[in-house]
């Protein structure tokens, strides 16, 4: 089967869809009836909630039973190396494209020179695969020497930021180990940060051939990428695969950041402790940044970047980076955000017409308890904050109690704002 159809209509469900809210297959009744009626998380099941092309990918399938926390859905997928659980369906969505990169990564070989199908060592694409960053990042340094590039590196390796825990040990990206491992990540169609026991395996085993100079592709079609990813324009789940160059090195990615973040606004100890925060990846931060860069026109953006901070799992790093996402997208699609506001634990981003929005990436938005209070509390504070009105743009579904008290308390909820924010590239 080829893998050309399954990646594009993976990411294309992501989303589309990104885990619309079907019927449970056991959900649990409202706690109460009335006004302070609340519910359990649900069980559901992966065929109700995905589309048919999004259950399985080469070599790999989900899971039909799927948990859900009230926010985020819980896969298992089971592939022939293992089970993987996978916590979101945007997390999904790349799991899926990474199960196609595996099939043509196992085609490739380590043994002699590169074949005919690989251009020689040291460039930067595989035959076939130009177009797979369709929109990167200017390269850094472009005008300048390799001499001038290493002291550019060499001012960043003096700032003594923190390494993510994503990425090599130094030795390994002083030999250029790294290096290679990232051409081979971006070859495939690949995050080189990824957190996928698999895909990281492999990475390792074809980035050693590569820094050996051995290795080989049995056949044109397993080195090229070409059907992993490739033309892929939207938003979301794979957004960087259009909007930056993954093999750049991470040094020359925080120095690119702390750039962007100084023309925001951003102080410069908020900015390094945002830089230096070891569970945002390299990716989750550029892509953050980039975001945040685009809405030129918005201030206090050093309130999202403060409210970052706090990041101390890949699920809150994914998660962070599809929120800066959605608000970039609102104010590009929607209305002009004038300014960003901490709002608790939470950022909003205040329109124009003065309405506050807020925009979760979740799969589904369960009303337990625990939301419940949260959302009564922040209806409580909408007068003191001088706003009539609020929005939830929500990522995905909404159970038909969650909508209703919702707009009982008089908060505009939108529903499967992947879709409707991050289903087209800008």
């Known amino acids: 089967m080829s893998m050309r159809p399954v990646a594009a209509a993976v990411l294309t469900a992501v989303l589309a869809l990104s885990s619309l809210a079907a019927a449970p297959a056991q959900a649990a009744p409202p706690a109460g009836k009335g006004a302070g009626a609340v519910e359990a998380p649900p069980t559901l099941r992966a065929s109700a909630i995905l589309p048919k092309f999004m259950l399985t990918a080469p070599n790999c399938r989900v899971d039909e039973t799927v948990r859900n926390d009230g926010y985020l859905n819980t896969y298992t997928l089971h592939t022939p190396q293992g089970d993987l659980k996978v916590l979101s369906t945007a997390l999904l969505g790349q799991r899926l494209q990474e199960c196609a990169a595996i099939v043509a990564m196992d085609k490739v070989e380590p043994a002699g020179q590169f074949g005919d199908a690989v251009v020689a060592k040291g460039k930067n ?12 990042l200017a390269t850094v340094g472009s005008a300048l020497s390799g001499v001038g590039k290493m002291f550019q590196r060499a001012e960043e ?9 994503y990425e090599d040990n130094p030795a390994a990206a002083a030999l250029g180990y790294s290096r290679s491992k990232r051409d081979i990540a971006k070859r495939f169609g690949v995050d080189p940060y990824s957190t996928n026991p698999f895909v990281k395996e492999r990475l390792d085993r074809l980035a050693g ?7 080989v592709a049995t056949g044109a079609s397993a080195a090229v990428p070409g059907a992993v990813g490739v033309g892929v324009s939207v938003a979301g789940t794979s957004k960087w695969l259009t909007d930056m160059d993954v093999a750049l090195p991470p040094a020359d990615l925080r120095r690119m950041n702390r750039g962007k973040l100084a023309a925001m606004g951003v102080p410069a100890d908020l900015a390094e402790a945002f830089i230096d925060n070891t569970d945002l990846s390299p990716v989750h931060q550029t892509l953050l940044v980039n975001a945040l860069a685009a809405m030129s026109r918005t201030a206090n953006r050093e309130a999202f970047i403060a409210f970052c901070l706090s990041t101390d799992s890949e699920d809150l790093a994914l998660f962070r980076e599809r929120m800066a996402l959605m608000f970039a997208s609102y104010d590009s699609r929607k209305e002009h955000l004038v300014r960003f506001e901490r709002v608790g634990r939470f950022v909003a981003g205040r329109t124009q017409s003065g309405r506050l929005v807020l925009c979760f990436p979740l799969d589904m938005l369960v009303w337990t308890q625990s939301t419940a209070n949260l959302v009564q509390r922040f209806h409580d504070s909408l007068p003191g904050r001088n706003a009539a009105k609020a929005e939830f743009w929500i990522g995905g579904g909404i159970t038909p109690l969650a909508a209703k008290s919702l707009a009982a308390l008089g908060i505009e909820a939108h529903p499967d704002a992947a879709a409707t924010l991050l289903g087209q590239g800008r």
């Open 125 to 136: 694409t595989v035959k076939g695969a130009v177009n797979l960053v369709t929109r990167p």
């Open 157 to 165: 390796s003096l700032v003594e930021s923190k390494a993510s825990k």
């Open 209 to 215: 051939a590569d820094f050996a100079g051995s290795l």
